[in-house]
């Protein structure tokens, strides 16, 4: 609530969206006409580069207090990126020009902080990518979303909310095929449990090895 109160105190405008899961925001530079801030403020979004062959580049999974920024390419790109919900998400956009004005300096520190956590979250993003075997991005993904969004019951870890093969398959950087047979051998393992209902729990996390698949 505190980037809503000091919006508020500020009289600066913003806007609040409700994002339902699968929801996709579109942001090209190119076409961009304001400096403007994408704040999570509860949920999780995985933001990708979009190419005009269509290839799918895994940038980022971010998650509350993360932020995407929305500037004018003075070139225009060939590529765009997508920012989709993976769950109910809720985010708030205001335009940082304005936040200047106001010259708030707890208000900028909090920014830097979630300036600093997010490209946290874009190098762990990279260094996943920069795996040599799939079965390693996979898990590392799967780690990486029950880490930051899972409960813990015993020795497992569950993932609170539904995902579906495409969407590790997009996180990871395959596809559909190789992401069924990689978490049928896991689960076979008892490495991880992925259930019908796209339900993923990590079984042991004092275990954790990654065998050959």
Request: charged share 25%; with cysteine; glycine share 2%.
């Amino acid at each position: 609530m505190k980037w809503i109160n000091f919006l508020i105190g500020q009289n600066i405008p913003y806007y609040i969206y409700k994002l339902h899961k699968e929801d996709t925001i579109i942001v090209n530079y190119y076409v961009s006409q304001i400096n403007k801030i994408i704040l999570i403020i509860d949920g999780s979004i995985y933001c990708v580069k979009v190419f005009p062959n269509k290839e799918l580049l895994p940038i980022a999974l971010l998650k509350k207090n993360n932020l995407f920024r929305i500037e004018q390419s003075k070139t225009k790109q060939q590529f765009y990126y997508q920012l989709k919900a993976l769950k109910k998400t809720y985010i708030i956009t205001f335009n940082l020009n304005d936040i200047y004005k106001k010259t708030s300096n707890s208000f900028l520190i909090d920014i830097l902080y979630s300036y600093d956590d997010t490209l946290k979250q874009y190098e762990i993003m990279n260094e996943i990518m920069s795996q040599k075997y799939i079965k390693n991005r996979i898990f590392q993904i799967i780690l990486l979303l029950c880490l930051q969004f899972g409960k813990v019951n015993q020795n497992k870890i569950y993932l609170t909310f539904k995902i579906s093969y495409r969407e590790l398959a997009i996180l990871s950087g395959t596809n559909k095929t190789t992401v069924s047979r990689i978490l049928k051998k896991m689960n076979r393992d008892k490495l991880i449990e992925y259930y019908k209902k796209n339900k993923i729990y990590i079984c042991n996390i004092f275990k954790i090895t990654l065998k050959n698949y």
